[in-house]
């Protein structure tokens, strides 16, 4: 009987270890896929001086190149005929100099399908990063929502979480978005860590006053201070990630949408 029950315990406990094995090794699968997919595909439709973020080292930029960098503006274009002929979904581009944020933005009829699927259409946990499916596709609405996975591996939009440091924060001023038609820089101007249900992901604003409001109270909320001038007349683009301080916690940095091209 007792050694019965010790060989039950043994059988448990090896399945127990395949299972986790194989997991890990799904996991592992997917990163090293969905890497490929994304490095691939800013070899293959950009053209940039600064080349892929990924092959440079996180945060390896000082104040004063990327004060050089944004005064010139990021020489990056994208050739958006030819990855729209890969998704018809793709309505953008998002780069941060310096991290790996370098992807394509898509937008699809949910905001479900994105989270589990790269942008070839193959099922993968890391996703894609895509603007939430209320907004209008050209990024003209008054307040607009992107939104990435926290993945373990340092990609997608894993980085964002950084910006709680000042010090990240004065490295990493700007980002970049770009779309079929314009080229948007964005200046950061406020990082918090919020709950998925709060205020912060309201949209609409027909009335100047409450979207005022809302201006000060994502300001409000942020954990580094900044000088960058937010008004009514300016549009906010947001980038949203989990975060895991507390359930359903997000991090979230608001940027202000500033055009260039």
Same mark, same amino acid.
Do not use: W
């Given at each position: 009987m007792k050694k019965f029950?010790?060989?039950?315990?043994?059988?448990?406990?090896i399945g127990v270890f395949i299972y986790s094995l194989y997991n890990i090794y799904v996991i592992q699968s997917e990163y090293e896929e969905s890497n490929s997919t994304y490095e691939e595909l800013v070899s293959d439709v950009?053209?940039?001086?600064?080349?892929?973020?990924?092959?440079?080292?996180?945060?390896?930029?000082?104040?004063?190149?990327?004060?050089?960098?944004?005064?010139?503006?990021?020489?990056?274009?994208?050739?958006?005929p030819k990855l729209q002929k890969i998704n018809k979904d793709v309505i953008g581009w998002i780069y941060n100099p310096g991290t790996v944020i370098n992807y394509p933005v898509v937008q699809g009829k949910d905001n479900s399908y994105?989270?589990?699927?790269?942008?070839?259409?193959?099922y993968n946990a890391s996703g894609t990063p895509?603007?939430?499916?209320?907004?209008?596709?050209?990024?003209?609405?008054?307040?607009?929502?992107?939104?990435?996975?926290?993945?373990?591996?340092?990609?997608?939009?894993?980085?964002?979480?950084k910006y709680k440091e000042k010090d990240y924060y004065n490295k990493h001023k700007y980002m970049? +978005?770009? &779309?079929? =038609?314009?080229? %948007?820089?964005?200046?950061? #101007?406020?990082?918090?860590?919020?709950?998925?249900t709060s205020d912060t992901y309201m949209r609409g604003f027909k009335e100047n006053d409450k979207f005022k409001k809302y201006i000060?109270?994502?300001?409000?909320?942020?954990l580094i201070k900044t000088d960058v001038d937010v008004?009514?007349?300016?549009?906010?683009?947001? +980038?949203? &990630?989990? =975060?895991?301080? %507390?359930?359903?916690?997000? #991090?979230?940095?608001?940027t202000k949408r500033v055009e260039i091209q």
């Open positions: 029950i010790y060989m039950s315990i043994m059988t448990v406990l950009s053209n940039t001086e600064t080349g892929h973020p990924t092959q440079t080292r996180e945060g390896a930029q000082s104040s004063q190149e990327t004060e050089k960098e944004t005064k010139s503006e990021v020489n990056l274009n994208i050739d958006f994105y989270l589990k699927h790269l942008i070839n259409g193959t895509f603007l939430d499916c209320h907004m209008k596709p050209d990024f003209s609405d008054k307040n607009m929502f992107i939104y990435g996975h926290h993945m373990k591996n340092g990609s997608m939009f894993s980085s964002i979480t970049y +978005l770009l &779309t079929p =038609t314009k080229k %948007y820089r964005l200046e950061v #101007f406020s990082a918090y860590i919020t709950k998925a000060d109270y994502i300001r409000g909320l942020s008004t009514i007349k300016d549009t906010v683009v947001s +980038l949203s &990630t989990c =975060t895991y301080e %507390y359930e359903n916690a997000r #991090f979230v940095v608001h």
